[in-house]
């Protein structure tokens, strides 16, 4: 005979986070421990620290007994919706998504090697003392484009 499982979302289940209501999600299961908060042997604030999110592997680094995990069962009360999509703020796609981000950027400024800093116009009996005598050994180059000075600074990697 086919049982009925109640499914939540990881949207859902986050929202039971507080000592009153208090819910867990691990191993695909969602637990509402609200009533064991204050029992469990390993204290209410592992166990909040926990709530929002997959806690599975909090679960099993814990080293839970089986008896644990048996008196675990009593508290189950569904399953997460495999199809519901995690809570963007958490996910860590997004972290990764700005690594790549920041690396497209980096080879990016790596293929053109110089950041423009300043445009100098030049008169024609101009003569150009450079002041920047330092500069030049330094990181900045100057290029010569017709009557102006390009001044670009050499990117450091
Ligand atoms: C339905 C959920 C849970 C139940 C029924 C439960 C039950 C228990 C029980 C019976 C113990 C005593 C030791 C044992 O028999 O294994 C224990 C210890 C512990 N639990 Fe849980 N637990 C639950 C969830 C969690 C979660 C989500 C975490 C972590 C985020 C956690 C962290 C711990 C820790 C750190 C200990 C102490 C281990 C030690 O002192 O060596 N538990 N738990």
Redesign the pocket.
């Known amino acids: 005979m086919p049982t009925l499982t109640k499914l939540f979302s990881m949207q859902e289940a986050s929202q039971h986070n507080s000592k009153d209501d208090c819910w ?1 999600v ?1 191993d695909g299961k969602v ?1 509402d ?1 609200s009533s ?1 908060l204050d029992e ?4 209410d604030d ?2 909040l ?2 709530t929002g999110k997959d ?1 599975t592997e ?2 099993e ?5 089986k ?3 048996e ?2 069962e009593t ?1 189950c009360i569904g399953e997460l919706d495999p199809s519901s999509p995690a809570i963007p703020e958490l996910e860590i796609s997004s972290k990764k998504e700005s690594t790549e981000i920041s690396k497209t950027l980096v080879n990016l400024t790596k293929l053109y090697w110089a950041v423009p800093v300043t445009f100098v116009q030049l008169k024609h009996n101009v003569r150009i003392a450079l002041p920047f005598g330092s500069i030049l050994e330094g990181h900045l180059l100057l290029m010569a484009t017709g009557k102006e000075l390009l001044v670009l600074k050499e990117l450091d990697f």
């Open positions: 867990v691990i637990y421990v064991y469990h042997p390993g204290g592992v166990v620290a926990a806690a909090e679960f680094d814990a080293g839970h007994s008896s644990a995990r008196l675990m508290f």
